[in-house]
């Protein structure tokens, strides 16, 4: 099979020595060993041995410094990353593409896509500064794939497939993220990692046709990951909005190995928002590793790094016939320890590494109900004199995984001679071929009448075409209700309370696409120089109050930041005549306005 070819980079680094000698300033002064000669002979035992052992002691001790300085630079391998993929230097002024051989192709934006697109502070900045950077495409796209022989559903994707497009950085290494959402509601992608508000990936929401702009740095180095952010969140997770996000560490050194990612995820047929899941995949799809064995040479290390992005219960990660080193929550920085099994929590993640003492064919799977339902596979530990059997030669050749570090090796399966790993060797394209091949995934339009499992979807889409009339009409969601906000009326039930009762409520159940009414009252209508007190009474669902509409964005008048459904407030006082149209960010089908006399 073909292996790509790359430019290995090694960190080398080296301590040199450096040995000094004494020499005696006065030229003329000679020292003769016979002068001292009673002196020596004069000395007692006990001092004769602490003398010759601080001799030896120092011979020693420098002996160990020049060995040192030699040997430094064979103490650590060199970090191979992945091959380099889907991302092209990029400033303001550059035609944007994705040369990836991923299902969708996006094309350079054109003037309407530059006018609809959103761009967070950071990137302004960038931009303004005249710097250049590292461009990443994701598309969100509705696709029909398998996830299971014989079992094709409806899925939300990144890229067109489940899970997404691995992203593989340097520690500290800053790109841009230019996300497009196809699909006919809205999202957004949230990265697990450091990084400021406007890249968090919860506000905005990205609306059907809008491109957003995210720049992300790389840390902290290790197993991070990133999925939809938009309500409900399980929702459009388990439809498979999410994937793989691994940094890299440069500042540690890590020992050489061969690398999989696995991601371990959840699909129901029947209600994706219950606890039971009918499948629970690795890498979209169940037990894909039971029939394609992943494969390591006898004496090498192999590194796992394991994702959990189900949404319900953890996944006991368990391998056959060893115990292996666990680094906790999936980052360098933490100490590793021995395992037997690691139990990995939605949202959190772990870095495996394992040898086997034996040659042979192991099974690794999630113990307990996991591994009834799609979430196993094996592990072919080949031996000296042994050889791959089976593998399907045709996949791996392409290069699919995103990153931006050139100094990568990408192997294939095969293993030709038994020779012991000097770098680390990234298998994550042919993982994704072999995951691309399975679900064999098919784009579908907005208009699917695919039943069933595209219902959620169907009913924000009939919810946003309501609220967009209702924008157009002045319309007060059809419910007859007094539109006027009492006005300076004083509260006597509560000595603590306001001195007013201008309330708007955020009614139970408005955080569904099916409520009637979101807010009560609803288009308000108040005096100049009003305070009004918006009351989250949406049990265990968060909202905001945000000015603007989900069409053109907020207009920046008023935010209330996200209020929790435990009966949360937030107050604004209009010191201005109009009309004021505002709008949940995290529910963007939720609009109303207040009138301003």
């Keep these: 099979m073909n292996q790509n070819k790359v430019t290995k980079s090694i960190a080398n680094g080296s301590t040199k020595s450096r040995l000094s000698s004494y020499s005696n300033s006065n030229s003329n002064q000679s020292i003769k060993i016979g002068d001292n000669l009673d002196h020596v002979i004069k000395l007692k035992p006990k001092e004769i041995v602490s003398f010759f052992i601080f001799i030896m002691f120092s011979l020693c001790a420098l002996i160990m410094i020049f060995s040192l300085s030699i040997n430094y630079t064979s103490l650590a391998p060199a970090v191979v990353l992945a091959q380099e993929s889907d991302q092209v230097e990029v ?67 990144f890229n067109g497939t489940v899970p997404g497009p691995t992203i593989r950085l340097a520690e500290g290494e800053n790109v841009t993220i230019k996300y497009i959402n196809k699909s006919p509601i809205p999202h957004t992608i949230h990265f697990h990692g450091n990084h400021d508000d406007v890249n968090d990936g919860v506000i905005p ?97 192999m590194r796992i790094y394991l994702i959990n992005l189900g949404t319900t219960i953890p996944a006991s990660f368990h391998l056959h016939s060893t115990t292996f080193l666990t680094y906790p929550s999936g980052l360098w920085d933490n100490l ?24 042979g064919t192991y099974l690794f799977h999630a113990h307990g109900i996991q591994e009834e339902k799609g979430n196993m596979g094996q592990i072919k530990v080949i031996g000296q004199g042994e050889s791959a059997e089976g593998l399907d030669t045709n996949i791996g050749n392409n290069s699919n995984t995103i990153t931006t570090n050139p100094n990568v090796q990408q192997h294939q399966q095969s293993n030709k001679t038994l020779e012991v790993l000097t770098e680390s060797v990234s298998m994550f394209d042919w993982q994704y071929e072999l995951q691309k091949k399975l679900q064999n995934p098919i784009v579908v339009s907005s208009q699917s009448d695919h039943k069933g499992i595209d219902r959620e979807e169907k009913k924000i889409m009939k919810e946003m075409d309501q609220t967009k009339n209702i924008q157009k009409q002045g319309e007060n969601h059809s419910l007859a209700i007094d539109k006027t906000l009492a006005t300076n009326v004083t509260e006597s039930s509560n000595a603590n309370s306001s001195s007013n009762s201008n309330q708007i409520s955020i009614v139970p159940g408005s955080s569904s696409p099916d409520s009637k009414v979101f807010y009560d009252p609803a288009n308000a209508e108040v005096q100049l120089g009003t305070e009004v007190t918006w009351v989250n009474n949406d049990t265990n669902m968060p909202h905001t109050v945000t000015s603007g509409n989900s069409g053109t964005g907020p207009t920046g008048v008023f935010d209330s930041g996200i209020m929790m459904g435990d009966g949360s407030s937030y107050k604004h006082v209009f010191d201005k005549k109009g009309e004021f149209e505002y709008y949940c960010t995290l529910h963007p089908w939720m609009i109303d306005k207040i009138i301003v006399k």
């Design 336 to 359: 590793p320890i021995h395992s037997q099994t690691v139990s990995v929590a939605p949202g959190d993640a772990s870095i495996v590494e394992a040898k086997w003492k034996y040659p």
């Design 91 to 157: 400033n303001e002024n550059a035609t944007i593409e994705n040369n990836s051989n991923n299902v969708t192709q996006i094309s350079a934006l054109s003037t309407t896509d530059k006018n609809n697109t959103i761009q967070s502070s950071n990137e302004r900045e960038n931009k303004d500064e005249g710097n250049s950077t590292k461009l990443i495409t994701l598309v969100t796209e509705d696709v029909e794939l398998d996830i299971a022989p014989g079992k094709k559903v409806k899925a939300w994707t």
């Design 205 to 301: 929401q990205v609306m059907p046709g809008q491109t957003y702009l995210y720049n992300i740095t790389g840390e902290p180095a290790g197993a991070l990951m990133y999925h939809c952010h938009a309500p409900p969140t399980s929702l459009h997770i388990r439809m498979g909005m999410y994937g793989a996000l691994i940094v890299d560490p440069i500042n540690k050194e890590i020992a050489p190995a061969k690398e999989f990612v696995m991601v371990m995820g959840e699909y129901s047929l029947k209600n994706q928002m219950g606890l039971d899941a009918d499948y629970y995949m690795i890498n979209g799809y169940a037990d894909q590793y039971m029939h394609n064995p992943l494969e390591i040479n006898h004496p090498d290390l």
